[in-house]
C-alpha cells in the first residue's frame, strides 16, 4: 500500500513539474545550447571555424572595454541600490520618520515601470535644450551640461537612472529582513545608549547579513546584464563609452548580422557574470546560509 502511495504521490509531484522544467528548458536551456553551439561557426553561422571566435573575442578591446563599463555600472548600483536602500530601510525603521507608508510607495513606484520607459524619462531630464537638469544648472547660472555626449560622464549618467528605479526594490527586501528582528534587542541596545549609527552597524548589519548577501547577488547578476536603459538612451555611445556586453552582442547580432560572434560574447558574458557572480559569494561570506 505503501509502495502504492508513493507511486501516486510522485506521479503528482512530476505532473506539476514537467510543465515547469519543459517551459524552463525550451525558453532558458534551448538557447543556450543553440548559442554555444553557433559560436563556434562563422559570422553568417554557415562554417564551422572551432574556437577562431573566442581567440577573436580574447583579443577584442571592444569586449573588454564593454566589460570594464560593465563593472563601473555594477560598483554604482552596489553603492546606489543596496547602500542607499539599507540606510533608507534603517531610517523607516526609527520612531522619527512619519508617514512611512508613503515613502515606501513613492519609493517603490519606479520598479513597476517598464526599463525603455525609464530611458525614454531620463533621456528628457537629461536632454541638453529642454531636460530638468540643465534648466536647473540654468537657474544657478552656469552652462548646460552634455550629460548623455560627454564620454567622461555618460557612464555615470546612464548608471543613475538603474539606482533611481531598483532602489525600491532592495528596500522592500531589507524591510522584509528587518520584520524578523526582535524588538526587543533595539530597545535592549537604545536602553545601554547606542547612538542610530552604533545600532545601525553593530546590531542590524549583522544580524541582516543573509539578506544582504541576497540583495548584492541580485544587484550584481541583473547589472551585470542590463541592456533596455543604455539602449533606449545612448545605444553604447558616444563610441564606446556606454557600451555594455549585452548591447555590444545585440549591436553585432541584429546590426551587423554576426551572429556566429554575437553568440560568443553570449557565451563570454555569461562565463564572465559567472565569475563576478562568484567572486562576490566568496567575498560575502561563501554562501548563503542561515547564520
Known amino acids: 500500500m505503501s509502495s502504492t502511495v508513493f507511486k501516486l504521490k510522485l506521479g503528482q509531484v ?87 507608508a508613503l515613502h515606501r510607495v513613492a519609493i517603490f513606484l519606479p520598479v513597476v515601470l517598464a526599463p525603455v520607459v525609464t530611458g525614454y524619462l531620463w533621456s528628457l531630464i537629461y536632454n541638453y535644450r529642454f531636460g530638468i537638469l540643465n534648466w536647473f544648472l540654468g537657474v544657478l547660472g552656469k552652462e548646460p551640461a552634455l550629460w548623455l555626449d560627454s564620454p567622461g560622464t555618460v557612464i555615470y549618467a546612464v548608471s543613475i537612472p538603474l539606482v533611481w528605479q531598483y532602489v525600491g526594490l532592495y528596500l522592500i527586501i531589507f524591510l522584509a529582513g528587518m520584520q524578523n528582528i526582535s524588538s526587543d534587542i533595539h530597545d535592549a541596545v537604545e536602553i545601554d545608549g547606542a547612538s542610530w549609527i552604533q545600532k545601525t552597524i553593530h546590531v542590524t548589519l549583522p544580524l541582516l547579513k543573509g539578506v544582504m548577501q541576497v540583495a548584492l547577488l541580485l544587484c550584481v547578476s541583473g547589472t551585470m546584464k542590463t541592456f533596455d536603459h543604455i539602449f533606449v538612451m545612448t545605444g553604447g555611445g558616444p563610441g564606446t563609452n556606454s557600451m555594455v556586453m549585452a548591447q555590444y552582442a545585440y549591436d553585432n547580432a541584429f546590426v551587423m548580422s554576426r551572429l556566429g560572434y554575437a553568440s560568443t560574447i553570449s557565451i563570454g558574458m555569461i562565463v564572465l557574470s559567472t565569475i563576478v557572480v562568484s567572486l562576490v559569494v566568496k567575498l560575502t561570506g561563501g554562501g548563503l546560509r542561515n547564520e
Open 14 to 100: 512530476l505532473r506539476y513539474l514537467v510543465p515547469v522544467y519543459a517551459v524552463y528548458g525550451f525558453a532558458v536551456l534551448l538557447p543556450l545550447c543553440i548559442a554555444f553551439i553557433y559560436s563556434f561557426y562563422n559570422d553568417a553561422g554557415s562554417t564551422f571555424v572551432g574556437v577562431q571566435q573566442y581567440v577573436k573575442l580574447v583579443q577584442d578591446s571592444n569586449f573588454w572595454i564593454s566589460f570594464k563599463n560593465n563593472m563601473v555600472v555594477v560598483v554604482i548600483c552596489v553603492i546606489g541600490q543596496v547602500g542607499i536602500a539599507f540606510v533608507i530601510a534603517t531610517l523607516l525603521q526609527t520612531k522619527f520618520l512619519k508617514m512611512r
